[in-house]
């Protein structure tokens, strides 16, 4: 008895809160409609002859009624109808059917005391709508109930209706992506309680499960390899292709679509969500069919890249667009704030965090992450079979304010939030489901290269291959022992003078072919050098005779790991300080990449098999006392090679899945997991062999027309 008092206590103070709320919006939107009354000459809710304060207000009371029920009962219906039509288009009606609910609100007022003109119907249903939207946002802003509902209304617009007492469904999954979250931040956040949601699971339903990178620690080769079971061929973040001359860069849409590709074409398979899934604010689609904010399909033309469930549906509710723009103001002040505190007081490492990096942060930790949650919560209340979403506010923030630290505690904090949600709506959704927590990669703390010896990666290669560095670059240590190194080698080599800047004297006979300038590309604390005149990948020997201190240079460096490098004699060959030289065949764990971890000489040996591996591949130092790191740009927690928590990431399953094997290393073992999980849960049964051809490979893809090439590719 006592649980059902409750119960009913529950629901009618629930359904106080809701007419509250109700009357308060209705009686703000009554004081909009007399302020715009008395603001628009076209706009009247008076008789000809003039009528009281009082029956004007009535009036007022009467039409904004009138349009809030209109809005509540047939705007769904409009909205269901026109996500057949293009965004654009919708974009211009919304306006003009808006206006036309308010002409039908005033025709309701009796006696015919509401007047509009068309024009001024418009812009009046524009006011109307943002206030209301604005009031009851502002009513329900921490009111997580009120927030579902919304998204359930949303989502009921397409949500299929099954045949009533049927047999119970089988389970659908959800692979939630927490980007760049590791396994040991995971772990103090869920004991520092930040994450209640996750620590409950834990305690419960979850088990934990590290798992290793390859050796490009960064979300391009890992969601490539974890979508679509390979991540062949992808060297870094971003790396030079010698044989079509293309910058390829992960976070591009072209490059994303060619990746997409090259791994399709690769394994013969469309994906882990070729069968009725959905790819939510991901690089890769996974070969799901129903996609929103998916970074490869960005760079296609066609009716199959409208993306019903993105921004267009998300913000087609006003009150979601109220919701997710005040939030997004919020955050990109709550950013300015902690830079202008971190100059203050002078915290280290720090980057610059100005310009537009609060509003690049504020979208990634608000409106993705809301369109994201949106969209994830529709796959569910539809009965999708098989989800895929990524959530990337932690890695943008961790990038810039560090991967521990407050700044990023807020954001593990609203994280769990939304998995509560999630988990929330879950119960409510048409078929059980299963959600799988995992991440990428981790992120690795330190202060940047550039910042702890004054000078980029790209100096550095410069001056030992006796190229002009900036002055600046040749007072530094390390640039002036590059310089001087290559300086000396040049000399011996050509028996001619050169200036302190590696510069050749002027009176000295130039050489009749110059060497090509070295490509330079940064990806975390791992970097690339290529040499785009020579069309092959360049062997030790071809190096040295070029830039006889190149190598030197850099394998000497205290803030260099280790290099890699094709040789003519040993296959390829590791390079570290002291002279250390170790053939790649002959790597173990226990050599010169000993300080890196376990896996780290297969890793390294894996990567010196791709077609477009760069002619010098250079890894950061890493002290694993500190466990930090040099990026090679600017970013104080970065992933993307070897070296501490970046290689470390998660996966957090239920223990009503099989367990995944102890030691779980690569992209590509992950998909084979999750694959197996997909099986057992009865879900899509996707096909482990199918070979079409290469050339019908690109029909796997659920896209149309060309690609549209980038500005870097």
């Given at each position: 008895?006592?649980?059902?008092?409750?119960?009913?206590?529950?629901?009618?103070?629930?359904?106080?809160?809701?007419?509250?709320?109700?009357?308060?919006?209705?009686?703000?939107?009554?004081?909009?409609?007399?302020?715009?009354?008395?603001?628009?000459?076209?706009?009247?809710?008076?008789?000809?002859?003039?009528?009281?304060?009082?029956?004007?207000?009535?009036?007022?009371?009467?039409?904004?009624?009138?349009?809030?029920?209109?809005?509540?009962?047939?705007?769904?219906?409009?909205?269901?109808?026109?996500?057949?039509?293009?965004?654009?288009?919708?974009?211009?009606?919304?306006?003009?059917?808006?206006?036309?609910?308010?002409?039908?609100?005033?025709?309701?007022?009796?006696?015919?005391?509401?007047?509009?003109?068309?024009?001024?119907?418009?812009?009046?249903?524009?006011?109307?709508?943002?206030?209301?939207?604005?009031?009851?946002?502002?009513?329900?802003?921490?009111?997580?109930?009120?927030?579902?509902?919304?998204?359930?209304?949303?989502?009921?617009?397409?949500?299929?209706?099954?045949?009533?007492?049927?047999?119970?469904?089988?389970?659908?999954?959800?692979?939630?992506?927490?980007?760049?979250?590791?396994?040991?931040?995971?772990?103090?956040?869920?004991?520092?309680?930040?994450?209640?949601?996750?620590?409950?699971?834990?305690?419960?339903?979850?088990?934990?499960?590290?798992?290793?990178?390859?050796?490009?620690?960064?979300?391009?080769?890992?969601?490539?390899?974890?979508?679509?079971?390979?991540?062949?061929?992808?060297?870094?973040?971003?790396?030079?292709?010698?044989?079509?001359?293309?910058?390829?860069?992960?976070?591009?849409?072209?490059?994303?679509?060619?990746?997409?590709?090259?791994?399709?074409?690769?394994?013969?398979?469309?994906?882990?969500?070729?069968?009725?899934?959905?790819?939510?604010?991901?690089?890769?689609?996974?070969?799901?069919?129903?996609?929103?904010?998916?970074?490869?399909?960005?760079?296609?033309?066609?009716?199959?890249?409208?993306?019903?469930?993105?921004?267009?549906?998300?913000?087609?509710?006003?009150?979601?667009?109220?919701?997710?723009?005040?939030?997004?103001?919020?955050?990109?002040?709550?950013?300015?704030?902690?830079?202008?505190?971190?100059?203050?007081?002078?915290?280290?490492?720090?980057?610059?965090?100005?310009?537009?990096?609060?509003?690049?942060?504020?979208?990634?930790?608000?409106?993705?992450?809301?369109?994201?949650?949106?969209?994830?919560?529709?796959?569910?209340?539809?009965?999708?079979?098989?989800?895929?979403?990524d959530l990337v506010a932690y890695d943008e923030v961790a990038h810039h304010s560090g991967p521990h630290g407050r700044d990023t505690d807020q954001v593990l904090a609203r994280l769990d939030r939304s998995i509560a949600l999630i988990a929330k709506v879950a119960e409510h959704a048409p078929r059980p489901y299963r959600i799988v927590l995992l991440?990428?990669?981790?992120?690795?703390?330190?202060?940047?290269?550039?910042?702890?010896?004054?000078?980029?990666?790209?100096?550095?290669?410069?001056?030992?291959?006796?190229?002009?560095?900036?002055?600046?670059?040749?007072?530094?240590?390390?640039?002036?022992?590059?310089?001087?190194?290559?300086?000396?080698?040049?000399?011996?080599?050509?028996?001619?003078?050169?200036?302190?800047?590696?510069?050749?004297?002027?009176?000295?006979?130039?050489?009749?072919?110059?060497?090509?300038?070295?490509?330079?590309?940064?990806?975390?604390?791992?970097?690339?050098?290529?040499?785009?005149?020579?069309?092959?990948?360049?062997?030790?020997?071809?190096?040295?005779?070029?830039?006889?201190?190149?190598?030197?240079?850099?394998?000497?460096?205290?803030?260099?790991?280790?290099?890699?490098?094709?040789?003519?004699?040993?296959?390829?060959?590791?390079?570290?300080?002291?002279?250390?030289?170790?053939?790649?065949?002959?790597?173990?764990?226990?050599?010169?990449?000993?300080?890196?971890?376990?896996?780290?000489?297969?890793?390294?040996?894996?990567?010196?098999?791709?077609?477009?591996v760069a002619d010098i591949m250079v890894n950061s130092m890493y002290d694993p006392v500190t466990g930090t790191v040099h990026a090679f740009e600017e970013q104080i927690g970065s992933h993307g090679g070897l070296g501490g928590e970046q290689s470390h990431p998660f996966l957090m399953s239920p223990v009503a899945l099989s367990a995944p094997p102890?030691?779980?290393?690569?992209?590509?073992?992950?998909?084979?997991?999750?694959?197996?999980?997909?099986?057992?849960?009865?879900?899509?049964?996707?096909?482990?062999?199918?070979?079409?051809?290469?050339?019908?490979?690109?029909?796997?893809?659920?896209?149309?027309?060309?690609?549209?090439?980038?500005?870097?590719?």
């Open positions: 008895m006592g649980d059902g008092r409750w119960r009913t206590a529950g629901r009618w103070r629930t359904a106080g809160r809701a007419l509250v709320r109700v009357i308060v919006v209705w009686a703000v939107s009554t004081l909009t409609f007399l302020a715009l009354a008395g603001l628009l000459p076209d706009f009247q809710l008076q008789s000809a002859d003039g009528d009281s304060i009082t029956r004007t207000a009535v009036t007022a009371a009467w039409g904004a009624g009138a349009f809030g029920l209109l809005s509540a009962l047939v705007w769904p219906v409009i909205v269901r109808a026109l996500l057949l039509v293009p965004a654009l288009v919708l974009g211009l009606l919304v306006f003009f059917l808006n206006g036309s609910l308010l002409l039908i609100a005033l025709w309701l007022i009796p006696d015919g005391r509401g007047v509009a003109d068309p024009e001024t119907a418009v812009v009046v249903a524009a006011v109307m709508s943002a206030v209301a939207s604005a009031t009851s946002t502002a009513l329900a802003v921490r009111d997580d109930d009120a927030y579902r509902r919304r998204l359930y209304r949303l989502a009921h617009r397409t949500r299929p209706r099954g045949p009533a007492g049927g047999p119970e469904p089988d389970h659908g999954t959800v692979f939630l992506q927490l980007d760049g979250v590791g396994h040991r931040v995971l772990r103090e956040a869920v004991a520092g309680g930040l994450m209640p949601t996750v620590a409950d699971w834990l305690d419960t339903t979850h088990r934990l499960t590290p798992w290793r990178t390859d050796w490009s620690s960064q979300t391009g080769a890992s969601q490539l390899g974890i979508l679509h079971g390979s991540n062949e061929d992808v060297p870094a973040f971003r790396w030079y292709e010698k044989d079509t001359g293309r910058l390829m860069i992960s976070n591009r849409p072209a490059s994303a679509a060619e990746l997409q590709r090259r791994a399709i074409a690769r394994t013969g398979d469309g994906g882990l969500l070729t069968f009725d899934g959905a790819s939510r604010g991901n690089l890769f689609s996974g070969g799901a069919d129903q996609l929103a904010l998916v970074l490869s399909m960005a760079a296609r033309r066609g009716r199959s890249n409208r993306s019903r469930a993105g921004y267009f549906a998300y913000f087609s509710d006003p009150a979601n667009a109220v919701r997710t723009a005040g939030s997004f103001v919020a955050e990109a002040a709550r950013e300015m704030v902690q830079s202008t505190r971190a100059r203050v007081r002078k915290q280290t490492p720090r980057v610059s965090r100005g310009g537009a990096y609060p509003f690049i942060r504020a979208f990634a930790t608000v409106v993705e992450r809301d369109v994201v949650v949106a969209a994830l919560i529709g796959d569910m209340l539809a009965g999708r079979t098989a989800v895929y979403a991440s990428d990669h981790g992120q690795s703390p330190g202060v940047t290269f550039e910042s702890a010896y004054g000078l980029t990666l790209k100096d550095l290669v410069r001056a030992g291959c006796g190229l002009p560095v900036p002055r600046r670059v040749g007072r530094t240590p390390s640039g002036s022992e590059a310089r001087d190194a290559a300086r000396d080698a040049l000399r011996s080599a050509l028996h001619r003078p050169v200036d302190e800047y590696g510069e050749e004297a002027a009176d000295a006979e130039a050489p009749a072919v110059r060497p090509s300038e070295p490509v330079v590309l940064a990806s975390g604390n791992l970097g690339l050098v290529s040499f785009p005149g020579v069309p092959h990948r360049m062997t030790r020997e071809e190096i040295d005779r070029r830039h006889p201190a190149l190598l030197r240079t850099l394998a000497n460096h205290p803030g260099i790991g280790f290099l890699l490098v094709a040789s003519a004699e040993h296959g390829s060959v590791v390079l570290a300080r002291d002279g250390t030289e170790v053939p790649v065949a002959e790597l173990a764990d226990d050599g010169p990449l000993a300080v890196f971890g376990r896996g780290a000489a297969d890793a390294v040996r894996r990567a010196d098999r791709f077609p477009h102890a030691d779980l290393a690569g992209a590509e073992q992950v998909h084979r997991v999750l694959r197996r999980w997909l099986r057992e849960c009865h879900g899509p049964q996707v096909p482990l062999e199918i070979s079409p051809s290469t050339a019908d490979s690109e029909a796997l893809l659920p896209v149309d027309g060309p690609v549209v090439p980038d500005k870097n590719s």
